[in-house]
């Protein structure tokens, strides 16, 4: 009986053990899938970008990215618009690094810091639109048009950036035509400068008299701007589209590419960080000087491709201020531009333009890449 005894307590103990394994196994294996559950959680919210609230976190990251980077090259802007729409007080700066800094020197000299940053105000109502929708229209274009890796193509990637650029600039032009006309003018009255007084003037411009319209060959007779109304905002409007094409999708393309490289195992142990990401599905962060170098390469890249449209726009929306009233078409005006300064005359001020947009670029992607982090996208 003893024995018998011992024998069932001997029969019930690697019972026990054996429950107990499985019971540890089954624990281990819940732990695991939890954890695998909460990956994949991870990254589906990473993955899904069409949900309310992956929008508006991103929207909100682009529009301060773009306000940061604007604040940083706001007295650079300044000087740039003067240089590009050939402001006559300050023709005579051009070409040159050290105009540039006689320039600002002036401006300080006259108003003082706040006539570097004029204008400033209607930069950052225009630009947290501008940036929050181009990122955001980015975004979501591009999760529709690479919807996987196999998917991944540079014109993918150009498309889905001129999209985001063309949707942003349609929506936000009218404020970028009165920042523009802020920064360009010169006058210390006051009342003539201040937002309201711009607006009214854009608004109401209207061409001269048609006694004053000299007479010549009717192919060529230049289009007069209407008397009135909101359409004098889009001053300058079709040569923005055909720029935005080229900036906008060599910008993303560019900075996509670079990451891509900066990326690469050879690399990536000297360039990028764990330690920032929350989604561990998600591919690992630059560090900050390698997504300014990012950021920087693409402002350069892009720059270069859609300078001479920049100039042809600025011209056209500052036509009424120096011209003759006459609303140029984009081809009257770059053929302007040529007959007045030659093929130099699309360049004027790209020296200045590399020493903002790359800046300003880079600051936009690394304040747009970490405010998704810190916002959870």
């Given at each position: 009986m ?8 001997g029969?019930?103990?690697p019972s ?24 994949e ?12 609230d ?20 706001g ?16 023709a ?10 006689t ?6 000299r ?58 942003s600039?349609f ?29 009214s ?7 001269p ?22 359409v ?10 055909a ?27 000297y ?6 990401n ?15 170098l ?24 500052v ?59």
């Amino acid at each position: 009986m003893p024995h018998a005894s011992d024998g069932h307590a001997g029969a019930l103990e690697p019972s026990s053990m054996d429950l107990g394994g499985r019971s540890k196994a089954k624990s281990q294996s819940s732990i695991a899938a939890s954890a695998m559950t909460a990956k994949e959680g991870g990254s589906q919210r990473h993955r899904n970008k069409q949900n309310f609230d992956y929008v508006w976190r991103s929207g909100l990251a682009g529009g301060l990215a773009g306000c940061a980077a604007k604040t940083v090259v706001g007295p650079l802007d300044r000087v740039k618009i003067l240089f590009q729409a050939s402001n006559p007080q300050f023709a005579k700066y051009t070409g040159t690094w050290f105009g540039v800094v006689t320039a600002m020197r002036d401006i300080n000299r006259q108003d003082g810091l706040r006539g570097l940053f004029r204008g400033h105000s209607a930069t950052l109502l225009r630009i947290f639109p501008y940036a929050s929708t181009k990122f955001l229209t980015y975004e979501q274009v591009r999760s529709i048009l690479i919807p996987t890796p196999a998917h991944e193509t540079w014109w993918r990637r150009i498309l889905s950036g001129s999209i985001a650029g063309v949707t942003s600039v349609f929506l936000t032009y009218p404020l970028e035509m009165i920042r523009v006309r802020l920064a360009f003018e010169t006058s210390k009255n006051s009342q003539r400068s201040s937002l309201s007084r711009i607006c009214s003037q854009i608004y109401h411009e209207q061409p001269p008299r048609s006694a004053a319209v000299p007479t010549i060959p009717l192919a060529n007779t230049p289009i007069p701007a209407p008397r009135t109304g909101l359409v004098n905002f889009y001053r300058g409007f079709s040569p923005t589209l055909a720029g935005m094409l080229p900036y906008a999708g060599m910008s993303f393309l560019t900075h996509d590419t670079a990451v891509d490289l900066l990326r690469l195992s050879a690399v990536a142990p000297y360039t990028t960080t764990k330690s920032l990401n929350k989604d561990p599905s998600a591919p690992p962060m630059l560090k900050y000087w390698a997504e300014f170098l990012a950021g920087g390469v693409a402002g350069l890249i892009s720059q270069t491709a859609a300078y001479p449209l920049e100039i042809i726009r600025r011209r056209m929306q500052v036509g009424a201020v120096v011209g003759d009233g006459h609303r140029l078409n984009m081809t009257e005006t770059a053929g302007r531009i040529w007959r007045e300064r030659g093929w130099r005359g699309y360049w004027v001020g790209l020296g200045i333009g590399y020493f903002k947009v790359v800046p300003m670029v880079a600051v936009s992607f690394f304040v747009y890449e970490r405010m998704k982090i810190v916002l959870g996208v």
